[in-house]
């Protein structure tokens, strides 16, 4: 009978551990995706089928993105870390303001390069883009940026 009692609570530890692990995958699984949606309205695999993209383009297109969605994604960390630090800081029993604003021009810093990045990107893109699916990128982008918009008008898709 004893044994009996070890062994499921090695299995009810196993189901917790298996459930914490998960809950954490799919936290940073969605964290993942998160630039590409604010930037795009959907996931960036689904860009080209939107924009009616022929093979030859395909591959250009995830040849090229590739890259380009991995560091986006990984400067959106880093901004993330940044602001985090940022705001614990104010917050803070006695706030550094030479801490304040190293972590404000850090993130200002990479959203700076962030920006050239997208606009390097956007400028590749465009190249092997015929005028129709041009337009319906810039379409897209536009749409993206007038629904995340609070009542207020629509912002440029680079002044965020």
Same mark, same amino acid.
């Given at each position: 009978?004893?044994?009996?009692?070890?062994?499921?609570?090695?299995?009810?530890?196993?189901?917790?551990?298996?459930?914490? +692990?998960?809950?954490?995958?799919?936290?940073?699984?969605?964290?993942?995706?998160?630039?590409?949606?604010?930037?795009? /309205?959907?996931?960036?695999?689904?860009?080209?089928?939107?924009?009616? +993209?022929? /093979?030859?383009?395909?591959?250009?297109?995830?040849?090229?993105? !590739?890259?380009?969605?991995?560091?986006?994604?990984?400067?959106? /960390?880093?901004?993330?870390?940044?602001? =985090?630090? +940022?705001?614990?800081?104010?917050?803070?029993?006695?706030?550094?303001?030479?801490?304040? =604003?190293?972590?404000?021009?850090?993130?200002?810093?990479?959203?700076?390069?962030? !920006?050239?990045?997208?606009? =390097? !990107?956007?400028?590749?893109?465009?190249?092997?883009?015929?005028?129709?699916?041009?337009?319906?990128?810039?379409?897209? +982008?536009?749409?993206?940026?007038?629904?995340?918009?609070?009542?207020?008008?629509?912002?440029?898709?680079?002044?965020?």
């Amino acid at each position: 009978m004893k044994r009996y009692w070890v062994y499921l609570l090695l299995a009810i530890s196993l189901l917790v551990n298996v459930g914490v +692990l998960a809950g954490a995958w799919f936290q940073v699984w969605r964290a993942q995706g998160a630039s590409e949606l604010a930037f795009f /309205g959907m996931g960036h695999e689904r860009v080209p089928d939107y924009l009616k +993209l022929d /093979g030859t383009q395909i591959e250009r297109w995830h040849a090229m993105e !590739q890259d380009f969605v991995k560091v986006l994604n990984d400067v959106g /960390g880093e901004i993330q870390i940044h602001r =985090e630090r +940022l705001v614990r800081e104010i917050f803070s029993a006695q706030p550094d303001t030479s801490v304040i =604003e190293r972590e404000r021009a850090a993130i200002f810093t990479l959203q700076e390069a962030q !920006q050239r990045s997208v606009i =390097e !990107q956007l400028l590749k893109e465009r190249e092997m883009l015929n005028p129709q699916q041009r337009n319906a990128l810039a379409d897209l +982008l536009l749409k993206q940026y007038s629904h995340s918009g609070n009542g207020k008008e629509a912002q440029p898709a680079l002044a965020r």
